[in-house]
C-alpha cells in the first residue's frame, strides 16, 4: 500500500522581492495578528522587540528617501535584521500551527507557494576515458560514468576506409566498473569505440570516438 503524503503548511519567508513599503505591511499584519494570539503562546521572538525593530526599520525607510549612502546602509541594515526575526517567526508558526490552516493563518504569515517539480532531464553524453588492451583478442573500455544514467551502449567497429561507414556492433553493459571488455576482436586490427548512456528519456548522443589497436 503507498504511504499518503503529507502536506506540510509552510509560511512563504521569500520576501526579498518586496518594496520597503509593501514588506513592512506584511511585516505590520504579523505582528498585529501574532500579538495575544493564543495558538502562539511561547514565539521565538519577543514581539515587543519585534515591534521595536519594525519602528526601527520604518524610521530608516523614511531616513534614506532623501539621505544619503550612510542613511540608505542603516536601512539595508534595518531591513535585514527585521527580516531574520521574521524567518525564525516564520518556523515558529509552522511548527507550532498543527498543520491546521485556519490556524496558521491566523497568524498572519501567507502560504508560501509550492514549489514546481522540475521535469526529467536527459543524461548526459559519457566520454571515453581511455581504451586498454586486456587479454589477447580484448579490449577494456573505461568509461567516465554521468548521473542518472540506467545503463550504457558501447559500439565498436574495425576503424573503416576514408569515407567509409562503420560496421558497428553494439554491447548493452548496465555499469562502468569494472571497464567493460570486448573480447573476441582481430588481433593487430584498430577499432574505433564510442560509447552513449541511456536514462529516463532515452538515449544521450554518442560520445566523441576512440581509436586503439587490439593485439
Not at 33 to 49: E, K, Q, R
Amino acid at each position: 500500500m503507498a504511504k499518503a503524503k503529507i502536506h506540510t503548511i509552510k509560511p512563504n519567508l521569500n520576501q526579498v522581492q518586496l518594496s520597503d513599503a509593501d514588506l513592512l505591511q506584511v511585516l505590520n499584519k504579523v505582528h498585529d495578528s501574532m500579538l495575544n494570539n493564543p495558538a502562539y503562546p511561547t514565539p521565538t521572538i519577543d514581539l515587543a522587540t519585534l515591534k521595536t525593530a519594525i519602528d526601527t526599520y520604518t524610521a530608516a525607510v523614511s531616513a534614506a528617501i532623501d539621505g544619503g549612502k550612510k542613511a540608505t546602509v542603516a536601512r539595508d541594515k534595518a531591513r535585514s535584521d527585521v527580516m531574520l526575526m521574521y524567518r525564525l517567526l516564520g518556523h515558529y508558526v509552522e511548527a507550532n500551527c498543527k498543520n491546521d490552516m485556519t490556524t496558521f493563518l491566523s497568524s498572519g504569515f501567507s502560504v508560501a507557494a509550492p514549489q514546481p517539480k522540475a521535469p526529467p532531464q536527459p543524461v548526459a553524453v559519457p566520454s571515453i576515458i581511455s581504451v586498454d588492451q586486456g587479454n589477447a583478442g580484448e579490449l577494456k573500455v573505461t568509461i567516465q560514468p554521468v548521473k542518472k544514467a540506467k545503463a550504457y551502449e558501447i559500439r565498436y567497429a574495425a576503424a573503416p576506409a576514408a569515407g567509409a561507414t562503420p560496421a558497428w556492433t553494439s554491447v548493452q553493459v548496465s555499469g562502468t566498473k569494472p571497464p567493460p571488455a570486448i573480447s573476441s576482436l582481430t588481433r593487430g586490427t584498430d577499432y574505433t569505440f564510442q560509447v552513449r548512456a541511456f536514462g529516463k528519456l532515452g538515449f544521450s548522443d554518442w560520445s566523441s570516438p576512440v581509436d586503439k589497436m587490439c593485439t
